[in-house]
């Protein structure tokens, strides 16, 4: 071999000699790599890991063991027989389709029947494509006329088949249903709308009474636009999406997603055609706006869309008692409509003056408005009233609904009074507004709402100076901030525990983030008390909880763990732990940082800082009110939002 490869190679130098290649061994790899392989092992030999031939009815392994020889059916063609016998079935499904529409098309008149109406739309839609990208442009066009799939329906679904089995404990049907949507909307149908308002009125509405529901649905079926609007109806829409659920999974929200984006784009719509129209209907819009802008962190806008609202409540008057935005629909009950007129101005007020305390801005309102409900009419109003957690059917309440927004009116007059605020409302509150008569979430949120109050004024007293005699000591006084602080705080605590045990983390009120923010950082400074870590716990829970639709809450989590990073790692529950590495794993994102906009102001009171300490000989008080905004305890300055739309 070696000198006949040598000859071809000195033959490769000669010039005028052919150029030839090493011939390879090719064949011999060949050869060698040449294995008899067989299609199909029998089961015997598969079983013993033996070369079998493959010889039917018997190999040669089988009949040397004088065994039984047997082959079972191939994967692949078993594979095959199962796609035919799915072929088969949905060729069956398709043939009772068509045979039910042709009956369907053969009792209707024959201008109605249509010959090229054989299939659903879907289906149609994919056979007479002719790709694929042809066949998603033409289902991306009809996503318009699918309406979105939430009901109360689904939710008694949800809870017979994977609950508990008891359809008795969900409604029957929706406290507040309707049958004219079709008048405002065509992007839900009727049982959709009644679902979506129904949770709308039971649960963040009488937190506030923006909307008198009475009104509202009673021009709703029958078209008029006095207190009602196209505008009107697809924000509360919108708005109550977020508080639609699944039973039995709570925090898989797709449907409500994709609900709420087509509401969306309704809502702008018709605010592009009606934000200079000034009436009643696009003054509540403006207001539910604006709530729901800064619940998902785009306060300043949403404070906008609040002030806006405010402003356009004034042009009405609905401040004074001859405002005629009332008084020109009066026409079923006029006593009902003074009482609406007087609670939607008490809202309009609460709304605007919260969002001026939390903003920083002042407030457009000056002074409470003139006209209100008194004790007596509110008395009247709540007779024969009821509430349930919708869509459950228990427990049953009395709301008195009607006597919180007196006392509400009442007490936000006694906050534009200071000095009669510590020691007058707590007096006048009426028995069945005690915590422990009434335990609903709007009637909680008010309590919420006075001790809110309570620590914010005395934060004030806190970081003013104190006034020293003559001698260089300090006045003598009964007013001690420091504690009146710490017992709100308790109070707030306990009423944290207290929604929980009543009513776990349902649809939980939106102004619910801003309690537990408030109490969940004071209980961060406070953790070596087993309650102060239980509050903490709940806290953080309810605001995970919300965090799945108000985004806002992501920001409120993310601030829970900056403040928690210099707490001892043993003082930290487990759950907290827990929530917060899954919210950081997975919810807090670039993006989610980059699109918040929040300048969101809290008031911290660490426990350290009630006392005073001598710092370069001179008394300094450490009790001072720390403002944290979100943009600096987020390490991000937050951009200015989108100026659109106002």
């Known amino acids: 071999m070696a000198p006949s490869i040598r000859a071809l190679l000195a033959s490769q130098t000669n010039e005028h000699s052919h150029k030839l290649l090493i011939p390879r061994a090719q064949a011999r790899v060949r050869t ?23 010889t039917k009815p018997t190999c040669s392994n089988c009949e040397g063991l004088a065994i039984e020889c047997t082959y079972s059916e191939q994967r692949r063609s078993r594979e095959r027989k199962e796609l035919d016998e799915l072929r088969c079935i949905i060729k069956g499904h398709e043939y009772m389709i068509r045979s039910i529409i042709s009956r369907s098309l053969n009792s209707l008149p024959s ?11 879907v289906i149609n839609t994919i056979r007479h494509s002719i790709s694929a990208h042809d066949a998603a442009t033409r289902l ?47 992007q839900v149908d009727n049982t959709t709308a009644s679902h979506l308002f129904s949770l709308f009125f039971v649960w963040d509405n009488p937190t506030w009474r923006l909307i008198e ?55 702008e719509k018709y605010w592009r055609r009606d934000k200079n129209k000034i009436c009643l209907p696009t003054m509540q819009s403006s207001l539910l706006l604006g709530l729901f802008f800064c619940a998902m962190g785009r306060d300043k806008i949403g404070v906008r869309y609040i002030q806006y609202g405010a402003l356009m409540a004034l042009q009405l008057g609905l401040h004074t008692s001859s405002a005629e935005t009332f008084r020109a629909h009066c026409e079923t009950d006029a006593e009902s409509n003074l009482r609406a007129h007087k ?95 009434n335990r609903l979430p709007h009637n909680i949120c008010l309590h919420l709402y006075y001790y809110t109050t309570v620590v914010n004024l005395c934060g004030m007293f806190r970081a003013a100076p104190r006034t020293l005699t003559e001698n260089g000591t300090t006045k003598s006084i009964n007013f001690n901030p420091n504690k009146i602080l710490e017992e709100a705080m308790e109070s707030m605590g306990t009423l944290i525990l207290l929604y929980r045990a009543c009513h776990g983390w349902k649809s939980i009120p939106v102004v619910m983030m801003h309690y537990f923010l408030v109490v969940g950082l004071h209980a961060a400074s406070r953790l070596e008390c087993e309650k102060w870590r239980e509050i903490l716990v709940s806290c953080v829970a309810g605001l995970w909880h919300m965090s799945l639709v108000w ?43 980059e699109s918040l906009a929040a300048n969101y ?30 943009a600096s305890m987020l390490g991000y300055y937050s951009a200015d939002p989108d100026e659109s739309g106002i």
Not at 225 to 233: A, I, M, P, R, W
Not at 570 to 592: C, M, N, Q, Y
Request: aromatic share 8%; glycine share 4%; proline share 6%.
């Open 140 to 186: 991306v066009r009809q996503v318009p006329e699918q309406r979105p799939v939430i009901s109360l329906e689904n939710m008694q679904q949800a809870w017979i088949t994977q609950l508990s089995g008891q359809a008795q404990m969900v409604e029957r049907q929706p406290p507040y249903s309707v049958h004219a949507i079709g008048l405002w909307s065509d």
């Open 343 to 437: 609670i939607t101005a008490c809202a309009v007020y609460d709304i605007e003056l919260i969002s001026a305390q939390l903003s920083g801005r002042p407030s457009v309102w000056s002074d409470p408005p003139e006209i209100f409900i008194d004790e007596d009419e509110a008395r009247d109003g709540d007779l024969n009233e009821q509430w349930t957690p919708y869509p459950f059917t228990t427990p049953l309440y009395r709301p008195y609904t009607n006597t919180s927004t007196w006392a509400r009116r009442t007490f936000l007059i006694i906050v534009n009074d200071v000095a009669q605020l510590l020691d007058t409302f707590k007096k006048t509150l009426p028995v069945v507004l005690e915590v422990e008569n």
């Open 551 to 593: 985004r806002l809450c992501r920001a409120f989590l993310r601030t829970f763990e900056l403040v928690l990073s210099s707490v001892a790692p043993a003082l930290v529950p487990e759950e907290i732990r827990s929530i917060l590495d899954e919210h950081h794993a997975k919810f807090w994102t670039r993006g989610e940082l």
């Open 213 to 267: 529901p009475s009104l509202f649905l009673n021009h709703f079926h029958r078209g008029e636009t006095g207190f009602c609007s196209s505008l009107l109806v697809h924000v509360i829409l919108f708005y109550a999406c977020h508080f639609s659920y699944n039973l039995a999974k709570p925090w898989d929200r797709r449907r409500e997603t994709e609900a709420a984006k087509l509401l969306l784009t309704a809502v």
């Open 111 to 121: 201008t109605v029947a249509e010959p090229s109406v054989k299939l659903p739309s």
């Open 32 to 54: 060698l790599n040449a294995r008899s392989r067989t299609s199909q092992a029998c089961d015997g030999c598969r079983k013993r890991k033996a070369k079998c031939n493959g």
């Open 601 to 630: 102001v809290v008031h911290h009171y660490p426990k350290r800082q009630l006392e005073e300490v001598e710092v370069s000989g001179e008394t300094s008080h450490l009790g001072t009110v720390n403002r944290l905004g979100l």
